[in-house]
């Protein structure tokens, strides 16, 4: 049975030319021209560093994307994962039409309604109901046919007591409310959202995430979303493709593209665990990661605010005093994060005897730290003085935005630790 394509991209590449607005300079233009007059190929399309912000270029032109294809099939939702300058936002802008690829092709099976930034074609001196009929013209509808859904359209995004109002008057949690309701229900074949919706209270986020779902699966419609809520991604995609410094670098299903992305930042770390025993008094039987009910892995991935759970069989080969338990939790830069011991709950052994198996469960809870990947490390010993065993590496996992903050962008990677707070206007 062959495929019904809504959306193919072939070979787009997007440059720009680093510290420019435009092309560049007069010169280049001019190169460019009497390249193009001779059928030549543009000659700047042969040079230009990949889009890599950790590292110092060696050319004035960037390549913020090079070389993306894909396919998309009507009624999918695919989710475009990456990091912050990997290249999602100018793809999505592609798509969208408001740039050009400076190479490759776009083929599009129906029309395009886009949730770029809060207020994406809103008129702010036009009135909400002014801007519905507005957008829904620029889509190609009919007078009449927004009429038959106006109503709809104000329901769902609860700005009814404001739809006469300028939109530069509305908060933007009001304007990305109504933004989402004109794009959902004025029925493009193809919806395009980055991140956008993060600007909604939780309520409206899983009530959008709930829309876009029903416009997919009962609608038949394809959705392309981009957002840094990975537990958002994986409730509403079916698919998805990662980006890293302008290319594709997989392209699978949602669960597999999820972890795929989650080991990006850690691939320079070794995967195996290094251990050291010291005086053979113990023996580690079992340690196993737990996070909602489910096991971890090394390099998988829990969200911000959930707890780790840790359990620990072990077997005494002598007589230990004072067992004492530590964890060291570092960052990918081997900074120490948090240093995690038995006493802090008041939990002790005061002796342990040879032969003796003991099974505990250490709960780390609602770790907080920015989204990045981490290390744990385990060390055991005697008193608090004297190490008995040690593993380095003991578990590498990703901690992921999630809902436990509302914030409307991914939480800075210059931070380290989210701390969650309340807000209120005294009267």
């Not at 440059?15 to 021209?33: F, I, K, M």
């Not at 990091?83 to 092709?105: E, M």
Request: charged share 25%; proline share 2%; net charge neutral.
């Amino acid at each position: 049975m062959s495929k019904d394509i809504i959306l193919k991209a072939e070979n787009i590449s997007k440059q720009y030319r680093l510290g420019q607005v435009g092309t560049g300079t007069l010169s280049h233009d001019l190169n460019r021209w009497w390249h193009q007059v001779r059928g030549k190929e543009n000659p700047y399309l042969k040079i230009g560093d990949t889009n890599d912000r950790s590292t110092k270029g060696e050319s004035d032109y960037v390549w913020a994307l090079q070389d993306i294809n894909f396919e998309v099939e009507r009624g999918e939702v695919l989710g475009i994962i990456g990091k912050n300058g990997a290249g999602k936002s100018t793809l999505l802008k592609i798509l969208s039409r408001v740039t050009a690829p400076t190479t490759g092709s776009i083929k599009f099976g129906g029309r395009v309604a886009s949730l770029l930034e809060v207020g994406t074609g809103f008129n702010g001196e036009m009135t909400g109901r002014e801007n519905i009929y507005l957008n829904g013209a620029i889509l190609g509808m009919t007078k009449k046919e927004i009429a038959s859904k106006i109503d709809e359209i104000i329901e769902f995004s609860g700005c009814e007591r404001y739809i006469d109002t300028p939109v530069k008057r509305y908060s933007s949690g009001m304007t990305v409310r109504l933004a989402f309701a004109v794009a959902a229900f004025l029925e493009p074949e193809i919806l395009i959202i980055d991140e956008v919706l993060a600007v909604g209270d939780a309520e409206f986020q899983k009530k959008a995430i709930g829309k876009m779902q029903d416009i997919s699966r009962q609608g038949g419609r394809t959705v392309l979303f981009v957002s840094h809520n990975m537990a958002a991604v994986k409730s509403l995609c079916t698919r998805g493709i990662v980006l890293e410094n302008g290319r594709v670098v997989f392209d699978g299903g949602i669960n597999e593209s999820v972890d795929y992305y989650s080991k990006l930042s850690i691939e320079k770390l070794e995967e195996k665990s290094i251990q050291h025993k010291f005086l053979n008094k113990i023996e580690i039987k079992d340690i196993e990661f737990i996070c909602n009910g489910s096991k971890i892995n090394n390099f998988n991935s829990i969200y911000l605010g959930h707890d780790l759970q840790i359990n620990i069989d072990i077997k005494a080969n002598d007589n230990i005093v004072d067992l004492s338990i530590a964890i060291d939790i570092l960052n990918v830069n081997l900074e120490l994060m948090s240093h995690v011991t038995n006493e802090d709950d008041d939990f002790t052994f005061f002796r342990v005897e040879k032969g003796d198996f003991l099974s505990f469960t250490i709960i780390l809870k609602q770790i907080t730290y920015i989204p990045d990947q981490y290390i744990l490390n385990l060390w055991i010993g005697s008193s608090h003085l004297e190490s008995l065993y040690k593993i380095e590496r003991m578990l590498i996992f990703g901690v992921e935005q999630g809902s436990f903050t509302k914030r409307t962008k991914p939480l800075p990677n210059h931070s380290k630790v989210f701390v969650k707070s309340e807000w209120s206007l005294k009267s």
